[in-house]
T-cell receptor, first 114, second 116 residues
Framework: GAGVSQSPRYKVAKRGQDVALRCDPISGHVSLFWYQQALGQGPEFLTYFQNEAQLDKSGLPSDRFFAERPEGSVSTLKIQRTQQEDSAVYLC????????????FGQGTRLTVV | AQKITQTQPGMFVQEKEAVTLDCTYDTSDQSYGLFWYKQPSSGEMIFLIYQGSYDEQNATEGRYSLNFQKARKSANLVISASQLGDSAMYFCAMREQNTGGFKTIFGAGTRLFVKA
């Protein structure tokens, strides 16, 4: 597709369940970002990949959060033992290069932990 | 301290009029980029406009322009000739070169309502 694609669009998880969120960036985009957006707030940075290398994971809120991009294209954000405070929209973005250029976002995955 | 401040939680504008959405930022870096994104109720973040810290001219993209005042550290978004479809959340964001240029920091957003 032409844009960033995320799946699933919606996910309901029981507390304690593990979830995996997928991001398909725009083809050829080197940079990939994950953000967490709580209701009524701006997105918060989670992690950044340049190709397959995870260069920054300083925004991951706990060691229950794990992201990977093994072949430098598709990325997966995994949350283990989900908790209610993990409920949010998880946004993925990609950009063609690195540095101070625009990034293009997917539609997000809305995670609700019950 | 807040890196990106958007002081207007909500704004109303009449259709076909212009509106300015405020954004101030805080950085000690000389090289940074400023972005505006639109987020309609469907949830996707739509890139609108970019201003680099070394750009001398204000960025423009169609009906969007960025009023960049570097000394005041402000990067206000101006939307001309508002349309009903402009009703959405608008986020100002910044990336700093000294953090690798990839850690985007977003403001809290401004919700714009366009009245017919």
């Amino acid at each position: 597709g032409a844009g960033v694609s995320q799946s699933p669009r919606y996910k309901v998880a029981k507390r304690g369940q593990d979830v995996a969120l997928r991001c398909d960036p725009i083809s050829g985009h080197v940079s990939l970002f994950w953000y967490q957006q709580a209701l009524g707030q701006g997105p918060e940075f989670l992690t950044y990949f340049q190709n397959e290398a995870q260069l920054d994971k300083s925004g991951l809120p706990s060691d229950r959060f794990f992201a990977e991009r093994p072949e430098g294209s598709v990325s997966t954000l995994k949350i283990q033992r989900t908790q209610q405070e993990d409920s949010a929209v998880y946004l993925c973005a990609s950009s063609i290069g690195q540095g101070l250029i625009e990034a293009f976002f997917g539609q997000g995955t809305r995670l609700t932990v019950v | 301290a807040q890196k990106i401040t958007q002081t207007q939680p909500g704004m109303f504008v009449q259709e076909k009029e212009a509106v300015t959405l405020d954004c101030t930022y805080d950085t000690s870096d000389q090289s940074y980029g400023l972005f505006w994104y639109k987020q309609p109720s469907s949830g996707e973040m739509i890139f609108l406009i970019y201003q680099g810290s070394y750009d001398e001219q204000n960025a423009t993209e169609g009906r969007y322009s960025l009023n960049f005042q570097k000394a005041r550290k402000s990067a206000n978004l101006v939307i001309s000739a508002s349309q009903l479809g402009d009703s959405a959340m608008y986020f100002c964001a910044m990336r700093e070169q000294n953090t690798g240029g990839f850690k985007t920091i977003f403001g809290a957003g401004t919700r714009l309502f366009v009245k017919a």
